[in-house]
């Protein structure tokens, strides 16, 4: 099976940059995704990494490392409303016909001013 | 706007009473998914239609069970809640052919609240 280890919560001030570290164990690999999640609301999706390197989109990127088994997203520019809790996912590699996700233990990011 | 659609937002139920949940999506997606969400975890994937094909996980109880009438409609049916079962349930879509093959496109969640 699959197994993602996150960090449980992360704390940061206004403005600055923080990284979120996702280590993962898995006998097959089809890609590392992001998704955010506000109290109260739906998980959104934040980014997909399959191959090596970073991705960046505005003041979030992510990163993975394949070798390593490891990944991270970068906030940048923090702002209050980042708060929230983030979690990796990487895709069930018994099933490659669609998206079925397993996810993350999942990390609080609290942002303060 | 394509969306996913959840009714009721909130939804209280006694204990053993059956109670069921609904989402709707405009997104024209092929794969549909029911996830349990507790309160500080991941969310747990409990079963999802690829069309009209039905997969169940295996940890899933048997007191949960779900339907779909449609390519746009999916319900959730709890047969007799318990206690343990008070949670947010999330409905999620995805379809091949997305330029991120991870994404999936979640509801806004129904939480139950077993009395």
């Known amino acids: 099976g699959q197994s993602l280890e996150q960090p449980s919560e992360v704390t940061a001030v206004e403005g600055a940059i923080v990284q979120i570290n996702c280590t993962y164990q898995?006998?097959?690999?089809?890609?590392l995704s992001w998704y955010q999640q506000h109290d109260g609301g739906a998980p959104t999706f934040l980014s997909y990494n399959a191959l090596d390197g970073l991705e960046e989109t505005g003041r979030f990127s992510s990163f993975l490392s394949r070798s390593d088994s490891y990944g991270y997203l970068l906030l940048q520019e923090l702002q209050m409303k980042d708060s929230a809790s983030y979690f990796c996912a990487v895709r069930d590699e018994k099933n490659t016909g669609f998206q079925k996700l397993v996810f993350g233990t999942g990390t609080r990011l609290l942002v303060s001013p | 706007d394509a969306m996913v659609i959840q009714n009721p937002r909130y939804q209280v139920t006694q204990f053993g009473k059956p109670v069921t949940l609904s989402c709707s999506q405009t997104l024209n997606h092929n794969v549909m998914y029911w996830y349990q969400q507790k309160s500080s975890q991941a969310p747990k994937l409990l079963f999802h239609y690829y069309d009209k094909d039905f997969n169940n996980e295996a940890d899933t109880p048997d007191n949960f069970q779900s339907r779909r009438p449609n390519t746009s409609f999916c319900f959730l049916d709890i047969r007799s809640p318990g206690l343990g079962d008070a949670a947010m349930y999330l409905c999620a879509t995805s379809t091949m052919g997305l330029a991120a093959p991870n994404e999936q496109f979640f509801g806004p969640g129904t939480r139950l609240t077993v009395l």
């Open positions: 898995t006998s097959g690999f089809y890609g």
